[in-house]
Nanobody, 127 residues
Framework: QVQVVDSGGGSVQAGGSLRLSCTVS?????????MGWFRQAPGKEREGILC????????YVADSVKGRFTFARDNAKNTLYLEMNSLKPEDTAIYYC???????????????????WGQGTQVTVSS
């Protein structure tokens, strides 16, 4: 059974950086898998912000984070990282990682809500 564990959140001042980690166990990740980072701010719906096919051949990045957030993969560790730079107070949210064996595009993956979720990690950006 696939398990998703996300971590790395914390508190940072505006303009700072954080790196989140998402480790998948119970599966060997290949391009049959899509993964993504989602976030949910208080009072708002969960939104997909960065989704990929595991190979990295296809990616989707939401406009709200484009140019500031990027990703990295460690195949040996089955881990996807979210590199967050130039953080803003509006980036404050609980960040969730997801991973599924699916053939959908990264855009569709980010648009869907039924996933294998991590437990979430809080990111707080102060002004």
């Amino acid at each position: 059974q696939v398990q998703v564990v996300d971590s790395g959140g914390g508190s940072v001042q505006a303009g700072g950086s954080l790196r989140l980690s998402c480790t998948v166990s119970g599966a060997t990740l290949d391009d049959d898998y899509a993964m993504g980072w989602f976030r949910q701010a208080p009072g708002k719906e969960r939104e997909g912000i960065l989704c990929i096919r595991w190979s990295g051949s296809m990616t989707y990045v939401a406009d709200s984070v484009k140019g500031r957030f990027t990703f990295a993969r460690d195949n040996a560790k089955n881990t996807l990282y979210l590199e967050m730079n130039s953080l803003k107070p509006e980036d404050t949210a609980i960040y969730y990682c997801a991973a599924d064996e699916t053939g959908v595009t990264p855009y569709d993956y980010c648009s869907e809500s039924s996933h294998q979720w991590g437990q979430g990690t809080q990111v707080t950006v102060s002004s």
